[in-house]
């Protein structure tokens, strides 16, 4: 079993729809969750970021964090072709080494 | 502001070859990261640095090598190139560890061994 699953899609939805990407995760060690946004031949980029559980809010963006079913969701409200991209999710647990593992990333297509 | 920078950006080698992928940060940061990432896979962490000097392995170090003499600097040595290395890779960075601070990635080198 792998550490943290995703589904890798693709996904394909209309302008202004509302996108959920969902991870889950097997090691309970786990307490800093990232979701990461990659653009086509660009690096990850940092999207948002949760301690242990909650939700956390940026703009169009909301992060979710369970961590008694071990599921962490992001959440894309009023999507623009402009989110199109692959979307990371990462999750490390408190260590000097800083190590992440990722999920496998979710391809999103958001069309006009 | 450069952030990360890799070299080269594409590189096409022969089975049995050498190289080195360079990985430069201008940001201070003391973590380093190497990771490859193939299609479907997400991303897999080869070598990391938690300071200039100190190295260690991650979750798929065989057939690599990394070297940390600088805070900036931290490249990545192939040795005898074989297919399953053609992948993309991508160098990260860090001021702390992950869960205080983010890490920021470079753009890539896409390798392919033939």
């Known amino acids: 079993q792998k550490e943290v699953e995703q589904d890798p899609g693709p996904l394909s939805v209309p302008e202004g729809a509302i996108v959920s990407l969902n991870c889950t995760y097997s090691?309970?060690?786990?307490?800093?969750f990232m979701w990461y946004r990659q653009y086509s031949r660009k690096g990850p980029e940092l999207l948002m970021y949760t301690y242990s559980s909650g939700n956390k809010e940026d703009g169009r963006f909301t992060a979710q964090v369970d961590k008694s079913s071990k599921y962490i969701s992001l959440f894309i409200r009023d999507s623009q072709p402009s989110d199109s991209a692959t979307y990371l999710c990462?999750?490390?647990?408190?260590?000097?080494?800083?190590?992440?593992?990722f999920g496998q990333g979710t391809t999103l297509q958001v069309k006009p | 502001n450069a952030g990360v920078t890799q070299t080269p950006k594409f590189r096409i080698l022969k089975i049995g070859q050498s190289m080195t992928l360079q990985c430069t940060q201008d940001m201070n940061h003391n973590y380093m990261y190497w990771y490859r990432q193939d299609p479907g896979m997400g991303l897999k962490l080869i070598y990391y640095s938690v300071g200039a000097g100190i190295t260690d392995k991650g979750e798929v170090p065989n057939g690599y090598n990394v070297s940390r003499s600088t805070t900036e600097d931290f490249p990545l040595r192939l040795e005898l190139a074989a297919p399953s290395q053609t992948s993309v890779y991508f160098c990260?960075?860090?001021?702390?560890?992950?869960?205080?601070?983010?890490?920021?990635f470079g753009d890539g080198t896409r390798l392919s061994i033939l």
């Open positions: 090691n309970s060690a786990f307490q800093y």
């Open positions: 990462a999750m490390s647990a408190i260590s000097n080494t800083g190590k992440l593992i």
């Open positions: 990260a960075s860090s001021y702390s560890t992950p869960g205080s601070q983010p890490q920021h």
